[in-house]
Nanobody
Framework: QVQLVESGGGLVQSGGSLRLSCAVS????????MGWFRQAPGKEREFIAA????????YYADAVKGRFTISRDNAKNTVTLQMDSLKPEDTAVYYC????????????????WGQGTRVTVSS
């Protein structure tokens, strides 16, 4: 069983930064592609970023490219999303997910999900 727990959400002003973390309980963490998704009120859950099993390849949605950075630490079973230059439109619940398809941006390719952490960006 793979369990994911996100942390680090909160309220921040426009232009500020937040760092989200996801702790993963799995003996095979390093075999998973890890992704971050978000869901704003009234909208579908959307892909934000993903990192390959080794951390050597990263993928971003156009909306966050250049502002967000995904990374992972396979020794600590964690994945991190550094969010800079935040905008009000970044307000959403952010979810960490684990899957086996490298670089996938599709929700259905991720088998395991965390409970989400809320990020609110005020203008």
């Amino acid at each position: 069983q793979v369990q994911l727990v996100e942390s680090g959400g909160g309220l921040v002003q426009s232009g500020g930064s937040l760092r989200l973390s996801c702790a993963v309980s799995s003996r095979t963490f390093s075999s998973y592609t890890m992704g971050w998704f978000r869901q704003a009120p009234g909208k579908e859950r959307e892909f934000i970023a993903a990192v390959s099993w080794s951390g050597g390849a990263t993928y971003y949605a156009d909306a966050v490219k250049g502002r967000f950075t995904i990374s992972r630490d396979n020794a600590k079973n964690t994945v991190t999303l550094q969010m800079d230059s935040l905008k009000p439109e970044d307000t959403a619940v952010y979810y960490c997910a684990a899957g086996l398809l490298p670089g996938s941006r599709r929700r259905n390719d991720y088998a395991y999900w965390g409970q989400g952490t809320r990020v609110t960006v005020s203008s």
